[in-house]
Structure formats: C-alpha cells, structure tokens
C-alpha cells in the first residue's frame, strides 16, 4: 500500500520568510495530492491539492509542487503569518482507495 | 450548509466501557471516512463506507471496534470493551465521491479520553 514520509515534523521561520514542507510518497498509482492545514482542536482543513497532471499550483501565497518521477511534492507558503502557524498534513492516493496521510509537520511564525 | 458534525466533541470513558461516536456527513456526501489521530502523529486511516456498505475497512483492528452508515442516520463508530490505548482523536470526513476523487471534509473530531 502507500507510504507518505512527511519532512520536517517541526518548522520554525521568522514572519514574512518562506516555509517548505516535504513530502514522498511510494505508489506510482498514486494521483491525487492533497495539503490540509489543522490548527489546535480543530479538524484538518484542506488548503491546496493537485493532481498528477500538473508540476505546479499557485493559490495566493501557497503554492504545491510535483515531481512523479522522484515521487515526491512539496508545500511553499511565502510571507508568512502568524495566523499561518498550524499542523499542515500532506496526503496522497488515487481512485477509490483512502488517502493516505503524512505525520504532519508543526509550524511555527514567529513575529 | 452545515460541516460534517461529529459528537460527542469529549468522552470520557472507564476500561471495558463501549464507546460510541457519531458523524453526520454534509449534505448530500454519501461517503464518509473514519481516521485516528494520536498525539503527535498523523491521520491513520480507519475504514470508508457508503450508506449501508463498508467499503473499506483494512485500517480498523479486527476486534472491539465496528462500524456502520445506515440508511437513515449518522454513521456510527463503536468501540467495545475501551482499553487506554484506544485514547485517540477519531475524526470523520465526507465526500460526495471516493476521497481521491476530491476534497474530504473533515470534522472537528471526538476525543475520547479512557481511563
């Protein structure tokens, strides 16, 4: 089955510098690439996804990136907030199976 | 339109209590989702069903835990006989499609507390 490494698992960045999360997944079947953000006592939220047809998405100032060859996709958020500080989760999977989610990784905006 | 609502937000239960957790999808999803969540740790997936099927339930140990979305009615998460381990956030998700397919929309979860 799939197997989502999610990297770091704690990320600290000055407010207005740019954060990057990372993650690989195992199964080439895999299509669909979700980010979802999870702030304290809340369920996930999704807040950006993309689908193995395309390298890149753009919303703002988050942006995910795919590379199918390497399997692996990354979230940047530039000009970061302290409002941006949350667990971000990325998840992958495709057709009717699950999604399989990453361990999460904690940000920190420090103002 | 409201979320995906989840109840009880708290539970706190005694070892060998039956636990029972409860969404209700948006309206109009007719798949939901079951995931775990320790502290610390990601989202395990837990088990998918429609109305009145499981579709998939490899994430959901054999024993003491049991699922179900009936025709009528929220779906149902149980756990029977709670040991401290099974102290978690369950949160559930819906969609109108598989989740792969799209977004899954997510509760605000069940913390359930054994002691």
């Known amino acids: 089955g799939e197997n989502v490494e999610q990297h770091p698992s704690t990320l600290s960045v000055q407010e207005g510098d740019s954060a990057v999360i990372k993650c690989t997944y195992s199964d080439s079947a895999s299509n669909y690439f979700p980010w979802y953000k999870q702030e304290l006592g809340k369920g996930p939220q999704l807040i950006i996804d993309i689908r193995s047809n395309v390298g890149e998405k753009k919303d703002q100032r988050i942006a995910v990136t795919l590379n199918k060859t390497a399997k692996h996709f990354s979230l940047h958020i530039t000009e970061t907030q302290p409002e941006d500080s949350a667990v971000y989760f990325c998840a992958a999977g495709s057709g009717n199976t699950p999604l399989v989610f990453g361990k999460g990784t904690r940000l920190s905006v420090i103002a | 339109n409201a979320g995906v609502m989840q109840n009880p937000r708290h539970l706190v239960r005694r070892r060998g209590q039956e636990a029972r957790l409860r969404c209700s999808p948006m309206k109009g999803h007719s798949h939901v989702y079951w995931y775990r969540q320790l502290p610390e740790e990601g989202l395990k997936f837990m088990v998918y069903l429609q109305k009145e099927n499981i579709i998939d339930e490899s994430g959901m140990p054999k024993e003491r835990f049991s699922a179900e979305f009936p025709k009528e009615g929220p779906s149902i998460l149980r756990i029977q006989q709670v040991v401290r381990g099974d102290s978690a956030a369950y949160f559930c998700?819906?969609?109108?499609?598989?989740?792969?397919?799209?977004?899954?929309?997510f509760g605000e979860g069940s913390r359930l507390t054994v002691l």
């Open positions: 998700a819906s969609s109108p499609g598989s989740s792969s397919a799209g977004e899954l929309f």
